[in-house]
């Protein structure tokens, strides 16, 4: 059986070497601070129960985060998306990457 934890894990819980390679390691003293002020999502992506059955969507417009996913996901890249999805901004496209990456971080699939 597998069951879905939040986990509160940080870069500060891992060994230093992994600290090291650890992407946010570049952005300076405050890698962790850093990285949240310049990559908050929460202002962009935006959860609405009768829009799109409640998926995350883009600034209230009906383009989910799942749909820049994919693009991305199939080889597109921001200018492409940006290309044929004018109403979007580059800001768009990056709060989309910090909102699955702050998923990931925080879903830890564990076994029993």
Known sequence: ??????????????????????????????PIAAYKACMDHRNVITIEPGKRGGKPCIRGMRITVYDVLSYLASGMSHQEI????????????LACLSYAADREHHLVVARD
């Open 82 to 93: 940006l290309a044929d999805l004018p109403y979007l901004i580059e800001n768009d496209v």
């Open 1 to 30: 059986m597998i069951a879905i934890v939040r986990a509160a894990a940080t870069a500060a819980h891992m060994p230093m070497a992994a600290r090291m390679r650890h992407p946010s390691a570049r952005l300076g003293k405050r």
